[in-house]
């Protein structure tokens, strides 16, 4: 006989209490799981609202928020956990369940979506142990600290990052935090905030990331490059070396942050990554922006910062700083609206509200600080279960270019765009991407999923996205043809976010009506 989830949790928490990891179920469920509004990339692919609507617990050890986790009815159940106190190696331990993935010496977020995450008044302190995103979906994370996290020395926790993501991530909303070293790798340090192989939708804001050798990355390698779509806003960097952030081959847009002692360098876009970067603010720093220790360049769009003290090296073979008088050479679309800060106030107003204990107070656009107002979740368009009927026109993706998620053996991108049913495309896992692109801008208003012989009805539900803008231009579920308003794209994608059994894409054809 199932068990209502209140007692399901209450139950999970009495076996794995130990010495005081203990959560508590506060009496009423909340109905928004953050306070303030969700911004950025993150506000896109369906939004993050994280716990919103589920119970609230609250926990004062590292065994107790994975108890809260494992005591939920899936993975997917909603919860709010509110932190108190300091969260260590000493009271944080594995938890088992089925609707978790935890271990010890880490707060561990594997496998599981639906999660808001929330230091109490002044915040809670991760010391010496750091948060771990995989496989995961619709986190939020604010007014926490974590601090002092590492990879060598003892103890060690989560490869040295404060807060880590990586394979297959999506909507992340970290805001109100503060992540801070003592040092830099030789100290056994590594990144405050990194996002490889596959992290999407994440938006850092009203943060202070302070004393590290290496702020964050965003791709773990040149070849890793299917990170995109973060937003970094109101944050303050201080005394961090480099990597404010490093950028692979991913879209980033950077505004209204305040930069203080960058020692090495600052925003390094690179491997074809693309930043806009507006409106903020750099002091006493060295080469701020630019494509850096390597050969294979990014690009950037720039307006409205302010260089204060800041110094440039010579460009070179690996070296290609954007300074000293700093030009745009791409343009970046931004799918969601914003308020922007003048850069000159950007200081004091990321004084006055970012980090952990600051209220969550936000910009009220004028540079002023003010409580923040919650607001719904921009809303997705959802189209309707498509029918088989094949259109009518010229298939465009014929002579295109193609390129996915990854790819299971025997099967290849191009083999959804070669005209034959009998060879097909399959993710090397249970969903992924495929996408089409073109050398020049393409209007596309329709599309064709034509599923190999014999694997009908594998497909689940999916998103349709603008790869340039991540626009989500359709969801829903089942292939067949679908349609959408009219959209110039370089290359457009088919996400697959849930299926029944392996998919097999024989055909991704696209038409422009």
């Known amino acids: 006989m199932s068990r209502p989830v209140r007692l399901r949790l209450w139950a999970a928490l009495a076996t794995t209490a130990v010495a005081g990891a203990i959560a508590v179920a506060l009496p009423t469920p909340q109905a928004s799981a953050a306070v303030g509004s969700t911004t950025g990339f993150a506000t896109q692919n369906g939004g993050t609202t994280g716990g919103a609507g589920g119970q609230t617990v609250r926990a004062s050890t590292g065994t107790a928020i994975h108890a809260a986790l494992c005591g939920r009815a899936s993975s997917s159940t909603p919860i709010i956990i509110e932190v108190t106190g300091t969260i260590n190696h000493g009271n944080t331990s594995k938890v088992s369940g089925d609707s978790c993935n935890t271990a010890a010496g880490v707060i561990e977020l594997k496998q599981i979506s639906n999660i808001t995450i929330i230091g109490v008044g002044g915040g809670a302190v991760f010391d010496q142990l750091g948060i771990h995103i995989r496989d995961s979906s619709n986190i939020i994370i604010q007014n926490v600290t ?143 922006l630019g494509t850096f220790y390597t050969s294979e360049a990014g690009f950037w769009q720039v307006g409205g910062n302010i260089f204060d003290n800041v110094t440039w090296s010579a460009p070179g073979s690996e070296n290609n700083p954007a300074g000293p008088n700093p030009q745009s050479n791409t343009t970046v679309s931004i799918p969601y609206s914003y308020g922007l800060d003048g850069a000159g106030c950007v200081p004091e107003i990321v004084r006055l509200t970012a980090g952990a204990g600051k209220g969550l107070q936000v910009s009220n656009g004028n540079c002023s600080p003010q409580q923040p107002t919650p607001t719904s979740p921009t809303p997705v368009p959802t189209t309707p279960t498509p029918t088989p009927t094949q259109p009518s026109g010229t298939n465009l993706s014929i002579g295109a270019g193609s390129d996915g998620s990854s790819k299971a053996s025997g099967t290849g991108y191009g083999d959804v765009r070669d005209g034959d049913l009998s060879t097909y495309w399959s993710p090397a896992a249970a969903t992924g991407s495929i996408s089409i692109k073109w050398g020049s801008a393409t209007t596309v208003s329709r599309i064709n999923i034509r599923e190999a012989a014999g694997s009908a009805g594998s497909v689940g539900s999916w998103q349709v996205l603008n790869h340039g803008t991540g626009a989500v231009l359709a969801t829903g579920s089942g292939a067949g043809v679908i349609t959408f308003p009219a959209t110039a794209l370089n290359k457009i994608t088919f996400n697959i976010t849930g299926s029944s059994n392996p998919p097999k894409i024989a055909e991704f054809e696209t038409y422009a009506g």
């Open 146 to 288: 974590v601090r002092n996290v590492k990879k060598s020395g003892s103890p060690t926790s989560n490869g040295g990052d404060a807060i880590g993501m990586e394979s297959t991530v999506r909507n992340i909303w970290v805001d109100h935090v503060t992540l801070e070293a003592s040092g830099g790798e030789s100290e056994g340090f590594d990144g405050l905030f990194d996002m490889k192989d596959n992290t999407q939708y994440v938006t850092l804001s009203y943060s202070i990331l302070r004393n590290s050798g290496r702020g964050g990355l965003i791709g773990s390698s040149e070849s890793d490059r299917s990170n995109s779509f973060i937003t970094f806003h109101h944050n303050s960097y201080e005394n961090i070396d480099s990597r404010t952030p490093l950028l692979r081959g991913g879209i980033a847009h950077i505004y209204n942050n305040s930069y203080v002692g960058l020692v090495e360098s600052g925003i390094n876009s690179r491997a074809g990554a693309r930043a806009k970067v507006e409106n903020n603010y750099f002091k006493n720093s060295k080469d701020v």
